[in-house]
């Protein structure tokens, strides 16, 4: 019975020897083909995903809505990474690691952006052909590209890889650089451009040009060191009628925002104490050093800006005029809703003397059944020494005509500090909620605050305002200096009525004062 008992234990110490040992070539298994395919199991722990703001491009990227994509930010923030990701996605037609986390085993599809059936073409833009592309593009590209993908790559006799053939679908990628002559980059098509940090302008259009067969996209993944031509032309993009373009999808962030997802926050910190002031603006949290004279760095588009509306009739409006003898005539317009939140609802921007000025106002004013509160004019326009009449005088006319107030607004000395500060606490309040937004209508407005600049002295801001393109920002300042608070029309009613009353009762009823 002993030998017995003795030899079971013994079979059964085998059984589970064997069991582990199988158990473990499975697990050594599973981790070669993880680490082979490592795209495969991009967010499946202990895989940490996307970054905040990569998700956010991700997730925007599967809108056919979007045509134009960014993420800046300071260095090390993921974006050579993400460029990859996107890249990668676009040849196999959809985000391949949903197809091993999903219980549901399927994939998020991307077929439905482009409208062909043929095979994904894609061009990746880096930098130097040595320093960047074969040091740091490449790389990351061994780095993801799944061994179950079967490919085909060689060079382009300066350096090696950078044409990547998928074998099984046809779909391709191809690498360029951004010190090519743009002429080298014309006469392709295809589906993605991708931009690893700023491109020159001549590059960006010979690209462009690719993409209009197949409708494609682009997306720029860059640290704005230079090429300001981006910052205007595409961040802030316009469309024909001077309103934000709603098919550009961009968002901003530092390095920290990729702490915990192949960085740590130590070795940020360790970087960050090497760098100087200007640069750890710049290369920590991605503001460029031509965007560091902002004086309004707080205004986002997507916070502030909103789609026209009608305002509704019991908001109060208030109306500032900034006048000009050889330039446009900027009028602005302020509603106060019942919360005390502001809204920049209209603007005039048009060539004009004080009448016809004033009677655009009128015009406004009547076909939008505004509320008016006050009407506050640049106290420069009392006196205008060329002309027998003053603005004032001639805008006094036509809005007393209409049963509409006017004064001048405070002359203040230091009304353009104060009235900047004061746009600033509503842009961003206390409690980190803004209590200023603009509807997207009002182009000449967006225009100045997105580049309204402090003067800059031997490259520093001087803390003066430039006088350039200012004259909706003045208007903003003088309207948010009045401090208006809502009052419902009702209770204002009664407060006229009620001083009415009071006045008649003490009028003297013989003489009649």
């Not at 090429?227 to 709603?246: Q, S």
């Not at 965007?291 to 500032?320: C, S």
């Amino acid at each position: 019975m002993k030998g017995t008992r003795a030899s079971r234990n013994a079979e059964r110490e085998r059984q589970v020897k064997e069991l582990k040992a199988r158990k473990l070539e499975i697990l050594r298994k599973q981790s070669d083909f993880r680490a082979k395919n490592r795209l495969l199991f991009f967010d499946t722990p202990p895989n940490p995903g996307p970054n905040p703001k990569q998700a956010q491009i991700l997730e925007a990227f599967l809108h056919p809505h979007f045509k134009t994509f960014g993420m800046s930010g300071g260095n090390r923030f993921g974006k050579t990474a993400l460029n990859t990701l996107i890249a990668l996605s676009v040849l196999d037609g959809s985000y391949p690691w949903d197809d091993y986390h999903s219980r549901k085993g399927q994939k998020t599809s991307l077929l439905h952006l482009f409208p062909h059936n043929r095979a994904r073409k894609v061009r990746y833009i880096g930098q130097g052909w040595h320093d960047h592309i074969k040091a740091v593009v490449i790389p990351e590209i061994e780095k993801w590209w799944p061994d179950i993908w079967p490919v085909e790559r060689h060079g382009n006799g300066i350096i090696t890889d950078t044409f990547w053939k998928r074998l099984d679908n046809g779909s391709t990628l191809e690498i360029m650089s951004n010190n090519q002559r743009s002429k080298e980059h014309e006469g392709w098509s295809g589906d993605v451009t991708l931009y690893d940090e700023p491109c020159r302008k001549e590059i960006y259009i010979a690209n462009a040009r690719g993409l209009v067969d197949r409708r494609g996209r682009e997306l720029f993944a860059a640290t704005l060191l230079d090429e300001p031509w981006i910052d205007r032309e595409i961040i802030k993009k316009v469309d024909k009628n001077g309103r934000p373009d709603k098919t550009v999808f961009w968002v901003t962030g530092s390095s920290y925002d990729n702490a915990g997802y192949g960085i740590s926050r130590e070795g940020i910190q360790e970087f960050e104490a090497k760098l100087t002031e200007d640069e750890i603006q710049a290369r920590i949290h991605g503001i460029p050093q031509y965007m560091q004279g902002l004086i309004y760095p707080q205004f986002n588009r997507k916070t502030h800006l909103v789609e026209q509306f009608m305002v509704p009739t019991n908001w109060m409006v208030d109306i500032a005029i900034d006048v000009h003898p050889r330039e446009c005539q900027a009028v602005l317009f302020v509603a106060t809703d019942d919360r005390n939140e502001r809204y920049v609802c209209d603007e005039i921007w048009e060539y004009g003397d004080g009448t016809q000025i004033a009677e655009a106002i009128v015009r406004k004013v009547n076909r939008n059944a505004y509320r008016v509160n006050r009407i506050v004019i640049d106290p420069l326009s009392k006196g205008d020494s060329n002309s027998p009449e003053t603005t004032y005088n001639k805008v006094f006319k036509v809005l007393a005509r209409n049963d509409l107030p006017l004064e001048t607004a405070t002359k203040e000395k230091d009304i353009r500090l104060n009235g900047i500060l004061e746009t600033k606490t509503h842009l961003l309040g206390p409690n980190k909620k803004p209590s200023l937004f603009f509807m997207d209508s009002c182009v000449r407005t967006l225009y100045e605050i997105e580049g309204y600049m402090w003067e800059m002295k031997q490259g520093k801001p001087t803390g003066k305002p430039s006088d350039i393109d200012d004259h909706m920002m003045e208007n903003l300042s003088r309207i948010l200096l009045l401090n208006t608070h809502y009052i419902d029309p009702e209770e204002e009613f009664d407060t006229y009525y009620n001083k009415a009353a009071n006045y008649d009762s003490g009028r003297n009823s013989v003489t009649g004062y």
